[in-house]
């Protein structure tokens, strides 16, 4: 490690006066800094209880982007950001290089850290890169809403030694795994809000569990439930005291509740298309809709995919008359089926080589994993760079293309068994749509690309009852999960470096932006606010523009931390 390195891992207090950062102020990469260039402002004065850090490495997300396509109608922004505008970069590692007085016995300089960007003070978002500056900025002020937020401190510790691009990823791996561990509920919420709807012609239904002393909603709303099993649960009602509402009409239940409350759990007997599609608005966050039926739905069903992202929606089904094992009899799997068939739609971008890195390294991972993306670019990518190890573990990798006139050919030989998993990374519709269509018998769809709520695809639940197949979806992380993923990179069980594809100095945010935009890298792009100006470069044209750093390379292709030695060694700022 050279002396310039050593110096700047130190954490020593800066000697300049200024601040560089990219302000937006508001819709449109247009307003994104001044004169196409970052601004520059005094560096922050922190107070007794706070931290000055220095942003080391900053990778760019698609939720950037994001923000800079609706401005202040961005639902995460809550401010006139012309007036105050917001400094993107959730995705970062930083140095400590200043420390109030009454955190000096907690806190030394050169301490490094990666952050949970999710930051929430009595429930308010106060999110890193939103409400609070994020990493394209040289220096921060790290506050007590950060310190001393409601989980704590938001603040991860990150080894020395760890290279600052490899942490900064650390954050949408923690995305991916989360992908691969989202917990649905088996049973209907204890001390919920239940809505049974009967269908003209009564069965025998039971819930055999679920409605009893033990654990039971605190809430059941009736519609048109009549026979036996309506005196049934009306009778259980009345003995644990759970509150009856009935809703005569559909159109009645906004009376019967809460303006603002929904319905954990939705059962409907015997379903229409139309009645899914009716009531679905009114399921709350984390809900389910068990569809109870030995008849097909006469058509698809326009579903919100937007809120099975957002809102952890589920639906399940089965002509199962015992209610309670229609929840528990096929727990909603979010992991990918060992020795399985996979398929990752849209899978040349970042996030999804991240997925397509997960299943090829994971212990139980898929037998079987095609890869689809409309950019040959980004395909032949992927498969060159796991080509070698999918070899030797025996995996069949295979990369299409959908504008190739014989993909639809190639992918009918999947249909008839169908894929046991289907990720879905592209945020269109009728793509979601027809990737469903893939789905072998209790086959998994993860919706990872976060559309809009409000977005509806067509999708066949005719599947979801007599197939078991299941829709999920969601692509945030919690703090635990940033953990768990910086630990897999500093024991060795993880390569994060692998999903870097371009670099630049802070000067290139706005083409690192652009890039984001036109889907031009196969990989993250990272950058380092505190080097000399550096373009936008892509790891192979390093070879050219610095072929000091090119040569640390893994292959010609994959980002080092020896590489990002030498990145550093050349090109960081003077302080002076």
């Not at 080391?56 to 109608?73: E, H, P, Q, T, Y």
């Not at 007085?101 to 907690?106: F, G, H, K, R, S």
């Not at 652009?514 to 390093?542: E, M």
Request: charged content about 25%; overall charge negative.
């Amino acid at each position: 490690m050279s002396v310039k390195i050593d110096h700047y891992k130190m954490g020593i207090p800066p000697k300049r006066k200024t601040n560089r950062l990219w302000p937006l102020y508001g819709a449109g990469i247009e307003n994104l800094g001044i004169d196409n260039k970052p601004i520059e402002v005094p560096i922050p004065v922190y107070g007794s209880d706070e931290l000055l850090v220095r942003h080391d490495a900053c990778g760019l997300c698609f939720s950037d982007v994001k923000v800079i396509r609706l401005g202040m109608d961005h639902p995460r922004i809550y401010r006139d950001i012309k007036k105050e505008p917001v400094v993107l970069g959730h995705e970062v590692v930083m140095t400590v290089v200043g420390i109030g007085e009454n955190l000096t016995d907690q806190y030394k300089l050169g301490d490094r850290f990666i952050i949970q960007a999710a930051i929430f003070i009595n429930g308010i978002s106060y999110a890193y890169g939103y409400e609070i500056q994020g990493g394209l900025s040289q220096y921060n002020v790290i506050d007590q809403r950060v310190l001393n937020g409601d989980h704590g401190n938001y603040l991860i510790p990150v080894n020395t030694l760890t290279g600052y691009a490899e942490s900064a990823t650390v954050e949408p791996w923690a995305c991916v795994i989360a992908a691969y561990n989202l917990e649905y509920r088996t049973k209907l919420k204890p001390d919920g809000a239940t809505w049974i709807i009967g269908p003209d012609n009564q069965a025998s239904y039971q819930i055999s569990h679920g409605l009893d002393e033990q654990e039971h909603p605190s809430k059941i709303l009736l519609t048109n439930l009549q026979g036996a099993f309506g005196s049934w649960v009306r009778g259980k009602a009345e003995k644990l005291g759970i509150e009856i509402v009935e809703v005569v009409n559909l159109a009645d239940i906004k009376d019967k509740l809460d303006p603002k409350a929904k319905v954990d759990d939705i059962i409907l007997l015997r379903p229409t298309a139309e009645l899914i599609e009716q009531v679905s608005p009114h399921l709350a966050f984390h809900g389910i809709m068990a569809l109870v039926s030995n008849k097909s739905l006469e058509r698809k069903v326009k579903i919100d995919v937007g809120r099975i992202h957002y809102n952890r929606w589920v639906y399940i089904g089965g002509s199962e008359t015992d209610i309670a094992r229609l929840y528990s009899h096929m727990p909603v799997r979010s992991s990918l089926k060992p020795g399985g068939r996979v398929l990752f739609v849209g899978a040349g971008g970042p996030m999804g080589r991240m997925h397509v890195q997960h299943a090829i390294e994971a212990k139980d991972g898929p037998s079987t994993i095609i890869c689809t993306d409309v950019s040959k670019l980004r395909l032949n990518d992927l498969y060159l760079s796991h080509a070698e190890e999918v070899k030797k573990k025996g995996i069949e990798l295979i990369c299409l293309n959908p504008k190739h006139e014989d993909y639809m050919n190639r992918m009918e030989i999947f249909k008839e068994q169908g894929f046991d998993d289907v990720i879905v990374f592209a945020p269109i519709t009728s793509v979601i749509s027809d990737s469903a269509t893939y789905l072998a018998r209790e086959g998994v769809m993860n919706i990872f690309a976060g559309v809009a709520r409000g977005t509806f695809a067509e999708l066949d639940l005719n599947d979801t009852i007599f197939k078991d197949v299941r829709f999920i979806g969601h692509s945030g992380s919690a703090i635990d999960d940033m953990r768990l993923m910086l630990n897999k990179v500093e024991t060795g069980q993880l390569n994060t470096n692998h999903s870097v594809a371009a670099i630049g100095s802070l000067g290139a945010v706005k083409d690192g932006m652009r890039a984001l935009i036109d889907a031009t890298f196969p990989g993250k792009v990272v950058i380092f606010p505190h080097i000399k100006n550096l373009p936008l470069t892509a790891l192979p044209d390093l070879k050219e523009v610095l072929p000091e750093v090119f040569s640390k390379l893994k292959n010609g292709r994959q980002w080092t931390n020896e590489a990002e030695e030498a990145l550093l060694d050349l090109m960081l700022e003077d302080e002076d």
